[in-house]
T-cell receptor, first 117, second 112 residues
Framework: GAVVSQHPSWVICKSGTSVKIECRSL??????MFWYRQFPKQSLMLMAT?????????EQGVEKDKFLINHASLTLSTLTVTSAHPEDSSFYIC?????????????FGPGTRLTVL | DQQVKQNSPSLSVQEGRISILNCDYT??????FLWYKKYPAEGPTFLIS?????DKNEDGRFTVFLNKSAKHLSLHIVPSQPGDSAVYFC???????????FGAGTRLTVKP
């Protein structure tokens, strides 16, 4: 199946700093990418949906000024956690939809573990 | 608002037996359902799916059943293998919608 990569796989940062996470579709073009967050023992929660070349659509309760999403190309989306705080520590996962497939094809990256000290 | 619910956080099954994972949903607009398998520190991987026009879909050892009237679906794994041990997420998508809603997951442990 299609491959989605994320970088970095884990990051530790100090409170107040910003962290950028990259999500790439390696062998297909993704018109739509999704960002999820997973807290321990909880479900994957959709944070935002981004379409290439347009602004991301954020879910209710997700601060768009804190979680900046850029989807500048068909193979790359970035999530920047600005002024990170310990409560932002979580597992962030992206997924991408293959534009050549049907609506149901969505592939996940391996995730990024963020720890804010 | 938890639109997709997996009420059993964990399930333990003996190797060779059947594993049944359950999922309930509340949104009647959901028309496509998926099961994902997730290992620790990895992203979910797609396992099997079912459209709302069907009530059963089978793929090898994995079968998904959908009961629309009860807004319930289940994943059957038979025979269960130790390598099936993982967290299983149920997900649902509404028609004409991009995103999926996930359940909280069920941790399956298959004992040798």
């Amino acid at each position: 199946g299609a491959v989605v990569s994320q970088h970095p796989s884990w990051v530790i940062c100090k409170s107040g700093t910003s962290v950028k996470i990259e999500c790439r579709s390696l062998d297909f073009q993704a018109t739509t990418m999704f960002w999820y967050r997973q807290f321990p023992k909880q479900s994957l929660m959709l944070m935002a949906t981004s379409n290439e070349g347009s602004k991301a659509t954020y879910e209710q309760g997700v601060e768009k000024d804190k979680f900046l999403i850029n989807h500048a190309s068909l193979t790359l989306s970035t999530l920047t956690v600005t002024s990170a705080h310990p409560e932002d520590s979580s597992f962030y996962i992206c997924s991408a939809r293959d534009r050549t497939s049907g609506l149901n094809e969505q592939f996940f990256g391996p995730g990024t573990r963020l720890t804010v000290l | 608002d938890q639109q997709v619910k997996q009420n059993s956080p964990s399930l333990s099954v003996q190797e060779g037996r059947i594993s049944i994972l359950n999922c309930d949903y509340t949104n009647s607009m959901f028309d496509y359902f998926l099961w994902y398998k997730k290992y620790p520190a990895e992203g979910p991987t797609f396992l099997i799916s079912i459209s709302s026009i069907k009530d059963k879909n089978e793929d090898g050892r994995f079968t998904v059943f959908l009961n629309k009237s009860a807004k319930h679906l289940s994943l059957h794994i038979v025979p269960s293998q130790p390598g099936d041990s993982a967290v299983y997420f149920c997900a649902a998508r509404a028609r004409n919608n991009n995103d999926m809603r996930f359940g909280a997951g069920t941790r399956l442990t298959v004992k040798p």
